[in-house]
């Protein structure tokens, strides 16, 4: 798997530089006229996902451990801190870091190991359900209207504490980890969730705009486009985060609905600049909880992550 995942980022990053070599006025045409104000106003919201996230291990932690329950500073400095881990060869180094920064704070290693997985699991249910749902409402889900409708449906049943709960309990069992799901707590859990890819949709929106280029592609069909090529991106196998996957299919989704639109390599190429928002985000964000981290442990402060 390492060496096909090495082929692959090779080539992709050939077919990358052979876009920009052969079609560099054309991607000039694309950024012509930029809105650097929107890029900034995107890198500044994107810092929100990061308290979103702890929000959720805090809903998570609090639901599986009440007696240990993390403060959501605490958990929002530890993912702060853990977001190098996101361009680790593996795709698990982000979770791992961030569940030994809180197993350091003091919570426990199972309802941790329980909240990776249930933020993994809950965050592909709803950016699929929301997504589909999103296109189906402007009647771009390519199955149609009956399947833009059953798609959530069954998502959502899917991932319920009677099946889905069942199943994720089996498997923590199976790590020695007692897991019950009530439907109070799992919907607390997809409230969170859904609130998570509202706002990355937002974010991922602010990104768009700053391109004159992409003026036409309406805001919901973008929305749904962004949650549903992500998901794509996740589920890849050879793609670290995705990266390829998540800008060809969302380029592909976003043309399918515009007459005139760029080609598919321009506009990936487009696209993938927002992974540069995010990276310069997850510098920032990190280096400011290393900071926050080691001015409390000069002050002789308790750890919190």
Do not use: H, K, N
């Not at 052979?18 to 054309?26: D, F, I, L, N, Y």
């Not at 799901?181 to 409230?191: F, P, S």
């Not at 487009?270 to 997850?282: E, K, N, P, T």
């Amino acid at each position: 798997m390492r060496w096909l995942r090495i082929t692959y980022l090779s080539g992709l990053a050939a077919a990358a530089v052979w876009v920009v070599a052969t079609r560099g006025p054309e991607l000039a045409d694309l950024i012509r006229g930029a809105r650097p104000a929107y890029a900034g106003a995107s890198l500044l919201a994107g810092f929100g996902l990061i308290g979103l996230s702890a929000w959720f291990w805090a809903v998570g932690l609090r639901m599986l451990e009440p007696a240990r329950a993390q403060p959501w500073g605490g958990l929002a400095a530890a993912t702060a801190r853990a977001l190098p881990g996101r361009y680790v060869p593996g795709g698990v180094a982000f979770a791992v870091a961030r569940v030994a920064l809180l197993r350091r704070a003091g919570a426990g290693i199972g309802p941790l190991t329980a909240v990776a997985g249930l933020e993994m699991a809950l965050s592909l249910t709803v950016a699929l359900a929301c997504g589909t749902a999103l296109l189906g409402s402007v009647g771009a889900f390519p199955g149609g209207p009956v399947w833009a409708v059953a798609v959530p449906v069954v998502l959502g049943a899917g991932s319920s504490p009677p099946l889905g709960g069942r199943f994720m309990a089996w498997l923590a069992a199976r790590r020695g980890v007692c897991l019950a799901m009530a439907w109070g707590g799992y919907l607390r859990l997809i409230g969170v969730s859904a609130c998570f890819w509202g706002w990355s949709a937002v974010v991922f929106l602010l990104y768009l705009r700053a391109f004159p280029a992409a003026d036409g592609f309406g805001t919901v069909r973008s929305a749904g486009s962004f949650m549903l090529s992500w998901a794509a991106g996740f589920l890849s196998v050879v793609a670290p985060q995705g990266i390829g996957v998540t800008e060809v299919s969302l380029a592909a989704l976003l043309r399918a609905g515009a007459e005139g639109a760029q080609s598919l390599a321009d506009l990936a190429v487009i696209l993938g600049g927002y992974r540069v928002v995010l990276a310069g985000r997850d510098l920032l964000a990190a280096a400011a909880g290393e900071l926050i981290a080691t001015g409390r442990a000069r002050r002789g402060s308790p750890p919190t992550g």
